[in-house]
């Protein structure tokens, strides 16, 4: 969270002149209505921070019927995904499975989500209660069920609706676009926070005078920096909110312009493209097709392969070399027509997420748009590394812990926030109450 560490306004107005006072009690009033509008997303998003960069750990100890599934002997290997989902198909008929993990981790179960699309539009209606499937990679068989985020269903579901909370407040697509609205004035009350805290500029002396020898604008900012652990409560407070936003402060603006790209693309995306960013997918989500296409020409298996074709093309163009050590999808979208095959190459920062992707005409197999994460454009390039930060999918378990770390420190921040204005909003009445009592 920004540092809500606005010095009072009576500290302010002695050193710089009515002009600037006033200048300067703006910001002062502004920093202070957008920390108190953003305390409760931010207290939210903080808070669940803290557990969700430790997702598959939490999902598997709530949870563990339905994320662990044990090889059945040494050395077995796992069914075919595609395999498995002609399976699951076959046993639910109306259903579709639009994206296929690739990869399943030794020792887990393998996620299938199940959507029920009107046989007649394509548009996908309510389903029967359950939408995330759980099987055997080794056997096929079905281990649970769950309405992704559904927290009457129990603890199975109890991650799920965290990250709900994390993004939305769990309150559905309005209260996602709220955040992201959210996460843009945090972006900007960053800069504000950082301006308060630096020092008042000093008043010039009168001409012909000579300034008497005095502390350098370093040792002026020092302060802010320090936290008096001995402090009483309410300097104590207020050193921590201060320092600590100070000392987070470039951390707290990859996680704030993050949120932006995850919640508000409708600004993220025009901004920086000013910057020089190059986004392929906008060109691809934005071809609607008049119909969806939810039988194209090409099945997953002829998908798989035209997609691993493709993939081999495009990273010898942009001389890359493929990994194998990363996660792989393929995702069908019926509403464009074209499938997305994501792999791993030497331009992803993380082996999760595969941030490498194609995507080609689900009938044609034409290759409709290429996405490398990194090395092909410095805009793009820093997009792949805040998301990554965010996400805690790069720099392994450190950066894993310090995520948590920062998710604490903004619950932190919003508390401090809160109670800096609750202790100067009681020394407002008070004063205009004696000053009332004297009239």
């Not at 198909?89 to 690739?102: C, D, K, Q, S, T």
């Not at 689900?362 to 996400?391: C, E, R, Y």
């Amino acid at each position: 969270m920004a540092t809500r560490s606005a010095p009072a306004p009576s500290a302010v107005a002695p050193a710089t002149g009515a002009g600037k006072a006033l200048s300067r009690q703006f910001w002062v009033i502004l920093h202070r209505w957008a920390g108190l509008s953003l305390t409760l997303f931010l207290a939210v998003a903080g808070f669940t921070g803290i557990f969700l960069s430790w997702l598959d750990e939490l999902e598997a100890a709530t949870a563990p019927e339905l994320h662990l599934a044990a090889p059945p002997s040494p050395g077995a290997r796992p069914m075919e995904v595609l395999a498995i989902r002609d399976q699951v198909l076959a046993r639910y008929p109306g259903a579709r499975i639009n994206f296929v993990p690739l990869d399943v981790e030794p020792g887990r179960s393998l996620r299938l989500h199940l959507s029920w699309p009107d046989p007649k539009t394509g548009i996908e209606q309510a389903g029967p209660g359950w939408d995330d499937l759980f099987l055997d990679p080794y056997t096929g068989r079905e281990l649970g069920r769950r309405e992704w985020g559904d927290i009457r269903q129990g603890m199975k579901n109890l991650m799920p609706f965290v990250y709900r909370l994390h993004y939305s407040l769990a309150l559905g697509p309005t209260a996602m676009l709220v955040f992201g609205v959210a996460a843009l004035i945090w972006t900007l009350d960053c800069f504000v926070g950082f301006y308060l805290t630096l020092p008042v500029r000093q008043k010039p002396p009168p001409k012909g005078a000579v300034r008497p020898g005095g502390k350098t604008w370093w040792r002026r900012w020092q302060p802010s920096w320090i936290v008096r652990w001995r402090a009483s409560g309410y300097k104590l407070n207020f050193d921590l909110h201060r320092a600590g936003g100070l000392w987070l402060w470039p951390l707290l603006m990859v996680f704030a312009w993050s949120s932006v790209s995850f919640n508000l693309p409708q600004v993220y995306v025009p901004v920086m493209k000013q910057l020089g960013a190059q986004d392929p997918r906008e060109a691809f989500f934005s071809a609607m097709l008049p119909r969806p296409r939810p039988h194209p020409a090409l099945d997953f298996e002829a998908a798989l392969a035209r997609g691993q074709v493709l993939a081999g093309e495009e990273a010898r163009k942009a001389g890359l070399a493929m990994r194998s050590d990363g996660e792989a999808y393929l995702w069908h979208s019926p509403e464009i027509g074209a499938y997305v095959y994501g792999f791993t190459t030497s331009a992803d920062i993380s082996k999760h997420g595969a941030g490498t992707s194609v995507a080609f005409d689900s009938d044609t197999g034409a290759l409709k748009a290429v996405q490398i994460p990194t090395g092909s454009n410095a805009a793009n390039t820093f997009t792949a590394w805040i998301v990554a930060l965010h996400t805690a999918h790069v720099l392994g378990t450190p950066w894993r812990i310090a995520v948590s770390l920062i998710g604490a420190a903004v619950t932190m921040l919003c508390i401090t926030g809160l109670v800096i204005w609750t202790r100067k909003r009681g020394g407002r009445a008070g004063r205009s109450l004696r000053r009332s009592a004297a009239t």
